[in-house]
């Protein structure tokens, strides 16, 4: 059935266009030793303490019940909306070093999600939270791994 041997094919190669030279490099990221960075080798969508300020400010604001009341709510709403936007901006931007514009579309999620009238900690959505941002499920385990990191310097 085979004839033998087939000719060689030339096989395209596809080559990405070369970037123009005023075009804005990515910015470099944050020395492997650098300690006013914290978690700087970890690569999630969230920094952990974009997390924290996320799942804080949210059981702060609703899982307390401390807030009750026809006006009470909306205004706890817009609150807690807007001082979690300026942290997570502020975290993203500093720790992170994600760009404007992806700092600000992290931050809107997270301070939309803060600012929903009703506990997300123990929902799907705190759950996505703590899974984009790389924090453990368990408590014992965050203490673990920063007693595990100062313990290496």
């Given amino acids: 059935m085979n004839a ?3 000719e060689p094919q030339e096989v ?3 080559v990405m266009p070369p970037l123009p030279k005023d075009a804005p490099l990515p910015p470099p990221p944050p020395p ?8 700087a080798n970890l690569r999630t969508f ?5 997390g924290v300020v996320i799942l804080g400010l949210d059981w702060l604001a609703f899982g307390t019940d401390f807030f009750t009341g026809a006006i009470a709510i909306p205004i706890v709403c817009v609150l807690s909306f807007l001082v979690s936007f300026a942290l997570v901006f502020a975290v ?9 514009s992806a700092a600000l579309g992290k931050s809107f999620l997270g301070a939309f999600l803060v600012g929903l009238p009703f506990p997300i900690t123990g929902t799907m959505l705190g759950a996505a939270i703590l899974v984009l941002s790389g924090l453990p499920h368990h408590p014992v385990d ?11 310097r």
Wanted: no cysteine.
């Fill in 142 to 152: 965050m203490v673990r791994k920063i007693a595990e990191r100062s313990a290496a």
């Fill in 4 to 6: 033998g041997p087939t």
């Fill in 46 to 50: 969230y920094h952990p303490a974009s």
């Fill in 32 to 39: 492997a030793g650098d300690s006013s960075v914290p978690f």
């Fill in 12 to 14: 395209p190669v596809d």
């Fill in 92 to 100: 993203q931007r500093k720790w992170t070093r994600d760009t404007v």
